[in-house]
C-alpha cells in the first residue's frame, strides 16, 4: 500500500501543522504499514516501550512525520532519511526536497502533532491539560520569577491552563533552537496578556542582543489540548491545519488561535 497524501506544496510564507489521533489508525494493515517505514533506529526505540499504548502513540507519530515528509518531497515513506544534531534533533535528508523543509514533532496521549516550513528553526509542543501534575513544584524549578508569582496569583483552573501555555512555549522555542530539554527553562521569558492583540511578549536571557524576528502562537483544536508554535523568520506566516491519518487521508481542520505573536496567522 503506497500513501496517498499527494500534491502537497510548501509555500515559503507558509507553515503546516498537521494531527494524528492514534484512535483512526488502530486497522490492521496501518500498523503492519507503519512499522515497515520506521529506520532501525526508530524501531529500536518503538520496541523499547514497555506500554503498547505508548508503543502506538510513537508509531503513529513517526508514521505522521514520514508520511507528511514523502509526500513533500513525492517519495515512498522508508525513503526518507535523517540526520541528528548535537542534542539529537532529526533533520530532513533528502536530495529532492528543495529547498530544504524544516520540521517539528511532538506527540501526547493519543494524538501527534507536526510542524513544517522552510524554515532552520521551528519547534513544535503539544500538551494534554487534563493530566494531573503539581504545576507550582515544575513551576519552580523550570519557570522564571515573573512566571512563577504570575501563576501563584491565578485560580486553580487558569493556573493549569496558563502552566500548560507557558511550558509548551518553552518546549516549541527550545526546540526551534534544536537544543530541547537541554536548554535551561528558566532562561526563556514569557508572558501574556489576553487584552494585547501582540499578546505573547519573549525574552531570552542567554541570548546577546534581542531578536524581534521569533514568532509564536498557541492553538487550541481541542479543549483537552494546547498546541504551541515557535518560528524565527521576518516573513509575514501563514499556518495551514490538517487532520490526516498517515498514507491515507488528510482534511483541513480549524483550530482555535488563544493567542499569537505573529506578523500575520490565519487557520
Known sequence: MLPQLQNITLEPD??????TF??????AEMHSEYVNWLDSQEENRYRTFKFQRHRFDFLCAHALSRS????YCQVHPTDIKFSHNQYGRPELQHPKCSPIIHFSLSHTNGIAV???AHLENIGIDIENTQRQLDYLQIANTSFSVSEIQ???????????????????LKEAYTKALGMGLSFPFNQCIFH???????????????????????????????EHLC?????????????????????????????KIL????????S
Not at 507528511?68 to 509526500?71: E, Q, T, V, Y
Not at 504570575?150 to 509548551?168: H, N, P
Not at 490526516?244 to 487521508?249: C, D, E, K, T
Request: proline letters at 4%; aromatic letters at 12%.
Open 114 to 116: 507536526f510542524a513544517a
Open 68 to 71: 507528511c515528509l514523502a509526500s
Open 22 to 27: 492514534s484512535e483512526d489508525c488502530h486497522a
Open 150 to 168: 504570575e501563576i501563584e496569583s491565578l485560580s486553580d483552573q487558569v493556573l493549569k491552563d496558563r502552566f500548560f501555555q507557558y511550558w509548551t
Open 192 to 222: 501574556i496578556s489576553p487584552d494585547s492583540e501582540e499578546s505573547i511578549s519573549f525574552f531570552d536571557r542567554t541570548a546577546k542582543n534581542t531578536d524581534l524576528d521569533w514568532q509564536f502562537a498557541l492553538l487550541q483544536p481541542l
Open 14 to 19: 507558509e507553515v503546516h501543522i498537521w494531527l
Open 259 to 266: 493567542f499569537k505573536h505573529m506578523k500575520t496567522i490565519s
Open 227 to 255: 498546541i504551541a508554535l515557535a518560528v524565527h523568520s521576518s516573513r509575514n506566516l501563514k499556518v495551514r491545519t490538517m487532520k490526516v491519518i498517515p498514507g491515507f487521508s488528510n482534511d483541513p481542520i480549524r483550530t
